[in-house]
C-alpha cells in the first residue's frame, strides 16, 4: 500500500463487540493512528462511542487516537474525552457557535485540535479558525453512516484547503472521511490529502490495494 499519506482506519466499521482485535488489526496492517467516530443520535443518526470505551482501548496500543466528535454539544464532552486518552479532538463547525473558544480549550487540555465539515458546508465557514487548528476534516459522506459512497466533489475542499494552508503558512493537516476505497484512493491522494480515514474498505480488506 501506498504511504504517501497517514492512514487512520475508522472503528465504525469494527465488530464491535471484539474491538481489542479491531486495535490489533490497525497496528498489523501499518495504521498510523485510530479515527474514532463519536456520534450522539442527535447530530447524526446513530450512536456510538463513550469515553469510557476510549478510555479502555487507550490501554490496548500506543496509536494515536483520532477523535471525531460528531455530537450536538461537543464542548460537554472534550474533557472527558481528552482525559480518556484521545491525542486529536475533532469537532463540527456546524455543532458549535464558540469554535475558537473551544479549539483553544482543546489546546489548552494538551490535546490536538481538529475541526470538520459535512458535505454542504464550504470551506468559508472555517476561515476565521483556520489559523488555530492542527487538523481539518473533509467528510467526503454526509455522516451518520459507513459504507456509503463517497461525494467527489467534496474533494474540491481538500485542495483548496491546502492552497490556503500554503499561502498563510498554517500548520494544519487535511483528513478525508468517506467512501474511501481502491477505487477512490487515487483521487482522494491527487487532492492533496494527509491523512485517509477508512472503515468499510479497510475492515474488509477493500482498501488493500
Given at each position: ?14 465488530d464491535f463487540s471484539d474491538l481489542r482485535s479491531a486495535i490489533a488489526q490497525i497496528e498489523a496492517s501499518g495504521g ?144 478525508v472521511d468517506g467512501g474511501v476505497n481502491c477505487k477512490t484512493l487515487p483521487s482522494v491522494l491527487a487532492a492533496g490529502?494527509?491523512?485517509v480515514v477508512s472503515g468499510s474498505a479497510f475492515f474488509t480488506g477493500e482498501l488493500n490495494c
Amino acid at each position: 500500500m501506498n504511504k504517501s499519506y497517514l492512514l487512520a482506519p475508522s472503528l465504525l466499521s469494527a465488530d464491535f463487540s471484539d474491538l481489542r482485535s479491531a486495535i490489533a488489526q490497525i497496528e498489523a496492517s501499518g495504521g498510523d493512528m485510530v479515527h474514532i467516530d463519536v456520534m450522539d443520535g442527535h447530530f447524526v443518526p446513530n450512536l456510538t462511542f463513550g469515553a469510557p470505551v476510549v478510555r479502555s482501548l487507550r490501554k490496548r496500543t500506543r496509536l494515536p487516537f483520532d477523535v471525531h466528535l460528531m455530537v450536538s454539544n461537543p464542548a460537554a464532552l472534550v474533557d472527558d474525552f481528552v482525559s480518556a486518552g484521545a491525542d486529536y479532538i475533532c469537532f463540527h463547525i456546524e455543532a458549535e457557535v464558540h469554535a475558537h473558544r473551544l479549539l483553544q480549550r482543546i489546546r489548552e487540555l494538551g490535546c490536538k485540535a481538529g475541526i470538520s465539515l459535512v458535505p454542504s458546508t464550504p470551506v468559508s465557514a472555517l476561515m476565521e479558525v483556520l489559523p488555530f487548528v492542527d487538523l481539518v476534516l473533509v467528510m467526503t459522506v454526509n455522516p451518520g453512516f459507513g459504507g456509503q459512497e463517497m461525494i467527489p466533489s467534496c474533494l474540491e475542499k481538500v485542495t483548496l484547503l491546502k492552497k490556503i494552508r500554503q499561502e498563510n503558512d498554517f500548520s494544519y493537516i487535511v483528513s478525508v472521511d468517506g467512501g474511501v476505497n481502491c477505487k477512490t484512493l487515487p483521487s482522494v491522494l491527487a487532492a492533496g490529502t494527509d491523512v485517509v480515514v477508512s472503515g468499510s474498505a479497510f475492515f474488509t480488506g477493500e482498501l488493500n490495494c
